[in-house]
């Protein structure tokens, strides 16, 4: 078996792949740190050259991808800082794209992971929704309840109106208050039908009358009202 050497021009092969090996464990960011120091700039002397803002810089040099703008400009950023570090602009874009590539790949687990925990109506949720709501409108009518049994009553008055002029020596109260109600009107008692309406004819005197209609509730809340009938007769 016949062997063939090529000669390595005087450098040997663990020197090759040892200098392959510090070529693949330095960083973009790296890199471009180690072209800044050589050039002895610091992080604003570099901005002021670039016209590109020190955060985005220092995002290339510490390898945070997630601070820096869309690829668009980042790579134009990207181009200027290459320029002035003497740096090879197309190797530079190409190792930013495969760097940014690996990061987005370590994202897209967590990404896929978020996606799969969904919310989803199972019969369980359902249940526990219907009866929260059924408590929700349950106390909520209870609040109305008491709040409406411990108030006064409605009263409205339909007819007459206040300060009415009549030419008769009688009058048709009629409105309207709440069912279970008892009414009197100038302390006298008047039926309510089974809806809160009230008529009743109230005798005149000429002059001014004053009719007074009160309303009492089961918890003896009352509504008062008075109203003012001129009679000319």
């Known amino acids: 078996m016949t062997v063939l050497v090529f000669p390595l021009n005087n450098e040997s092969v663990a020197q090759i792949f040892f200098r392959k090996k510090l070529r ?3 960083t973009l960011g790296k890199r471009l740190k180690a072209a800044r120091k050589k050039k002895k700039l610091t992080l604003e002397q570099a901005e002021e050259e670039t016209k590109v ?3 985005y810089l220092q995002a290339f040099e510490i390898g945070d991808y997630l601070a820096l703008p869309a690829d668009v400009y980042a790579l134009g950023f990207l181009s200027k800082y290459a320029d002035l570090l003497d740096l090879p602009k197309d190797e530079i874009l190409l190792e930013y794209r495969r760097e940014k590539g690996s990061a987005g790949e370590q994202v897209l ?3 896929a992971r978020i996606k799969s925990e969904r919310f989803f109506l199972t019969p369980r949720v359902l249940a526990i929704l219907g009866g ?4 929700v409108v349950l106390g909520g009518y209870i609040f109305y309840s008491i ?3 411990l108030a006064p009553p409605n009263l409205e008055i339909s007819a007459p109106s206040t300060q009415t002029v009549v030419r008769q020596d009688s009058v048709e109260v009629d409105g309207k208050t ?3 109600c008892s ?3 100038n302390d006298q008692t008047v039926y309510i039908d089974n809806l809160g309406n009230f008529k009743q004819m109230v005798r005149l005197e000429p002059g001014i009358n004053n009719i007074e209609v009160s309303s009492t509730n089961r918890v003896k809340k009352e509504s008062d009202k008075v109203i003012q009938v001129l009679a000319e007769f």
């Open 178 to 180: 709440d069912i279970g």
């Open 109 to 111: 687990p967590i990404k």
């Open 24 to 26: 693949l464990d330095k």
């Open 183 to 185: 009414l009197r009107i």
């Open 132 to 135: 929260v709501l059924l408590l």
């Open 53 to 55: 803002r020190l955060k």
């Open 147 to 149: 709040r409406h049994f």
